[in-house]
């Protein structure tokens, strides 16, 4: 059962960066210039790391076993795995968004405002909503040797910028954010 650990440090690391993202709109709403860089990072990391091995972790290993082994979930896997392709859907609009606030200027900041906010609340729920129901229902149900597999899918990778393994191409994101953003995350002004 390492996969029920590891998804919901996963969900962890996806809060503090919905948390960010809320923070750096904070930030622009209150004057402050926006960071077009940290905006990009940020949205490179949710490609790589939740649309490309969470979620499909979730929908080929965790999803497939919980049915299998709990046929009565169907109406619930398949609307969490309906809200994965939503949210790749919302994440495409912020990053059109982010595009037309970066070509056009500030005008533009009140749709990618509107679009960071729409992504971050539905991340947020559908995450509660994994841990709250699928998690829940998979360790009454699921057998050790479903775990076996869900727990080798779920070690396959390692999150890019939370992981124990430092990766090069997000250390310059995550020594940024630490630096811009207020606790619980970063250091912000406090500590200048």
Do not use: C
């Not at 059962?1 to 809060?15: D, F, P, Q, V, Y």
């Not at 004057?31 to 490309?52: M, V």
């Not at 070509?103 to 900041?109: H, N």
């Amino acid at each position: 059962m390492r996969a029920i650990s590891i998804i919901k440090s996963e969900h962890k690391n996806l809060g503090a960066i919905l948390y960010s993202l809320d923070k750096l709109i904070e930030e622009i709403d209150s004057g402050k210039q926006p960071d077009f860089s940290i905006f990009h990072g940020l949205f490179t990391y949710l490609d790589r790391f939740l649309d490309r091995y969470h979620h499909p972790k979730e929908n080929h290993h965790l999803f497939p076993k919980l049915l299998l082994r709990a046929p009565e979930t169907e109406s619930l896997v398949r609307e969490l795995g309906q809200q994965h392709i939503e949210g790749e859907i919302l994440f495409v609009g912020m990053l059109k968004a982010l595009s037309a606030y970066e070509f056009s200027g500030a005008q533009e900041f009140p749709h990618f405002r509107d679009s960071v906010t729409s992504y971050t609340e539905f991340e947020r729920k559908h995450a509660q909503k994994e841990e709250d129901e699928v998690l829940t229902r998979a360790r009454e149900v699921l057998e050790p040797s479903d775990w076996d597999e869900i727990d080798a899918a779920f070690d396959a990778n390692e999150d890019p910028l939370f992981g124990d393994k430092w990766n090069n191409e997000f250390s310059d994101l995550l020594d940024r954010l630490i630096n811009r953003l207020p606790a619980p995350l970063g250091l912000g002004d406090d500590w200048k």
